[in-house]
């Protein structure tokens, strides 16, 4: 489970913590391995909770604090961690739909995946050359967006366009567009490619987009972290669609 | 230069690269220390440059690679490291004016920072228990915003809000306000208060806003990353100037 491969094969990943295992037993995920430390969580009214919920599921192991530790990479473990397969969920029929171009910091990606589920995103698609979407920092940084969102990933540009649903345009964030960002109308159905750190949005990516959009700024910034600039559009969009304007 | 107090007594600070380098000659900052790897620099036109502009400032030497590896704390650096004076800027007229409430995170103040400047904000109150603005994360985080954007830190809530230059209104972000960001009218001079990423705004910084306002979401998510909540409501207050209306 501590490599790429491993995960994809089984089709596994592996959550932390109370509050994100609380989350897959909610969301009905598929429990393949878990291991808990019963001092730790007997301690709080919820961790014992969330052992009762746990003893159903196979695979289910008590263990000492240094096991748990050793197994995970965080620095204070909660005293929970599992391997659960990957949610499986059909994407919603309207709204905006966002496509990772090579976004390869696994802090960004969590961050958007975060930002997704926060604006109603309906489903994600992360393009071969992104972070795992199901590594270790990317999975903390989403904060359990992945029981809730929709999410492809390890698809190239030939069949990202068949994934998107009836997207009216396609818009690519990019650094130097006329087209600034709250001019596009996101009350229609629209997709959003947010592109790679140091190079942006791939050339395959600009051709299939329908509109290039920017953020204007005042100044010589030269350009916005990713997670930033996606959020900050994915924001804009759900605005436009609270109000019913632009 | 490692410690936030030395940081303080010598008001000085740690810029490394060429890029960060030539934005402090170029702001005309006090170069108090400065080393430099010739066979790094000199293999680029522009590293070259930046050579002969250090020539003529006190306290610039030549090393090798390894002596500047071992001041720095990058992994790859750029063949320059050079301690300056913190910037001393005068507070724009108007505008937006941004208060760290104990942003605790320095990728989070640095990113800030960033966003800042790119939304033309006129000054940026760091208030005590945030990162300390001049340490090295926040000023890779920042890229530069340090010598363009008007800073103060050190500052309680007691001194703050006559540090604050004719702000109609002071904004706190808060998680369940009824206000939504967007109805504010930023097009007046205003500030925004951001606050530590697990407590929020402090009590005091909650009694001196004069409104609260939340970022309105979709579905269960519980809070927005500190940078990205902050990154969204400058970018707003951006967008209605931009405009010219809300």
Redesign the interface.
């Known amino acids: 489970m501590t490599n790429r491969k491993d995960r994809r094969h089984e089709r596994l990943f592996v959550i932390e913590g109370v509050r994100l295992v609380e989350e897959a037993v909610r969301s009905g995920a598929r429990f393949a391995l878990t291991v808990y430390n019963p001092e730790q969580l007997g301690t709080t009214d919820r961790g014992a909770a969330l052992q009762a919920a746990l003893s159903s599921m196979p695979n289910t192991y008590a263990a000492p604090a240094e096991v748990i530790e050793a197994i995970t990479d965080t620095v204070s473990p909660q005293g929970v961690v599992a391997a659960v397969g990957w949610p499986e969920l059909e994407p919603g029929r309207s709204g905006v739909q966002l496509v990772l171009d090579a976004v390869q910091d696994p802090g960004n990606v969590g ?1 958007l995946l ?2 997704a ?4 995103v309906s489903q994600v698609i992360c393009l071969a050359g992104s972070a795992d979407v199901y590594s270790p920092k990317v999975v903390r940084a989403a ?1 359990g ?1 992945h029981f ?1 969102l929709p999410i492809v990933q390890d698809v190239d540009w030939d069949e990202a366009p068949s994934l998107l649903i009836a997207a009216d345009n396609v818009y690519a964030a990019v650094a130097n567009a006329t087209m ?1 960002y ?1 001019a596009a109308d996101w009350r229609q159905p629209s997709a959003l490619v947010v592109g790679n750190e140091a190079n942006g949005v791939s050339d395959v990516g600009l051709a299939v987009a329908t509109k290039h959009i920017s ?8 350009s ?2 990713a ?2 600039a996606g ?2 559009i994915l ?2 969009a ?2 436009q669609r ?2 019913g304007r632009s």
Chains 1, 2 share one sequence.
Do not use: D
């Open positions: 961050t975060r930002t589920e926060a604006t109603g904060m967006a809730r600034p709250y953020i204007p700024m005042v100044g010589p910034v030269e916005l972290n997670a930033v959020s900050v924001f804009e759900l605005r609270k109000l």
